[in-house]
């Protein structure tokens, strides 16, 4: 077991415009976290992260898009069809 730690990172400060009543909640989230010893900073942080990362993804190819799995469905009751049978496997 190691005892030395890996530097973090260094952080930057980002902006982000939000409808008012969302401020508001993170606001009240942020006071509800602190006072239960919780760091909602380091849950936000996380969160955008992971949506960086999801969001390379789906750019570079890698995740389906949104209108896929709907295509990938009709496509599904298209064969079926074609076959006599319904969306839910009987025979039409």
Do not use: C, W, Y
């Not at 992260?49 to 599904?76: C, F, M, S, Y």
Request: proline share 2%; net charge positive.
């Amino acid at each position: 077991m190691g005892v030395l730690k890996r530097k973090e990172e260094r952080s930057a400060v980002i902006q982000v415009r939000v409808p008012a009543s969302v401020k508001g909640q993170l606001e009240e989230l942020r006071r509800a976290a602190d006072d239960a010893g919780f760091d909602l900073g380091a849950t936000i942080t996380e969160t955008i992260t992971r949506l960086v990362k999801q969001i390379h993804d789906e750019l570079d190819g890698n995740l389906p898009r949104a209108g896929d799995a709907k295509r990938a469905t009709a496509t599904v009751r298209l064969d079926r069809s074609e076959q006599g049978l319904s969306a839910n496997g009987r025979e039409a």
